[in-house]
């Protein structure tokens, strides 16, 4: 019941429309792409996270206010130390040697 939208700030305006019917306090969603008419209940365990990069990157924009407000905003740091890169790689490739990771985070830091 958990979606993840990733550079939803990179959605159309048709498909963040349909995202804030979800939003709404008994949210619910059309799809009229297939023809149905009635709206589908949102579900009640229903829970939705998107991630984007900020507005300021090349070819990025922001969200609408509307929608905006309807998330609590986490901002991220990039990271750069090589002690959390390595522990980061290691989390999702864990049979991978020392030496590797070592070479994988050098090779992200330049």
Partial sequence: HWILLDEINLASAETLQCLSGLLERHGSVCLYERGDIDPVPRHPNFRLMAAMNPATDVGKKDLPA?????????????????????????????????????????????
């Fill in 66 to 110: 509307g929608l905006r407000n309807r998330f609590t905003e986490l901002f991220v740091d990039e990271l750069v130390d090589p002690t959390d890169l390595s522990l980061l790689i290691s989390c999702y490739l864990p049979s991978i040697s020392l030496e590797k990771r070592q070479h994988i985070t050098s090779f992200y830091l330049k």
